[in-house]
């Protein structure tokens, strides 16, 4: 089993910035993958952004490229989602996502709300 918590959610003016954490515990010795997904009001879920186990290929939506940067710290067992020229239909509940022996874990989710 593998436990998911975010953090870092908010209101923020357009333009602005946020940096959402996602922290692992359990069984994270078999943790490959991670992510960021949202999910917008009356919208399905939308993936956002993948990182591999090392760090070292990354992965971004189309709507996020050049803004969002994911990157994770294995030593803090952490996975961070850098938000950048945040938009108003960036808002949305933002989960974090852990791939661990074919089977997908979810955090609770973080409220994200770009408004002016």
């Known amino acids: 089993q593998v436990q998911l918590v975010e953090s870092g959610g908010g209101l923020v003016q357009p333009g602005g910035s946020l940096r959402l954490s996602c922290v692992a515990s359990?069984?994270?010795?078999?943790?490959?993958?991670m992510g960021w997904y949202r999910q917008a009001p009356g919208k399905e879920r939308e993936l956002v952004a993948t990182?591999?186990?090392?760090?070292?290929?990354?992965m971004y939506a189309d709507s996020v490229k050049g803004r969002f940067t994911i990157s994770r710290d294995n030593a803090k067992n952490t996975v961070y989602l850098q938000m950048n020229t945040l938009k108003p239909e960036d808002t949305a509940v933002y989960y974090c996502?852990?791939?661990?022996?074919?089977?997908?874990?979810w955090g609770q989710g973080t409220q994200v709300t770009v408004s002016s």
């Open positions: 996502n852990a791939l661990s022996m074919m089977r997908h874990y």
């Open positions: 359990g069984n994270i010795f078999r943790i490959n993958a």
């Open positions: 990182i591999n186990s090392n760090g070292g290929s990354t």
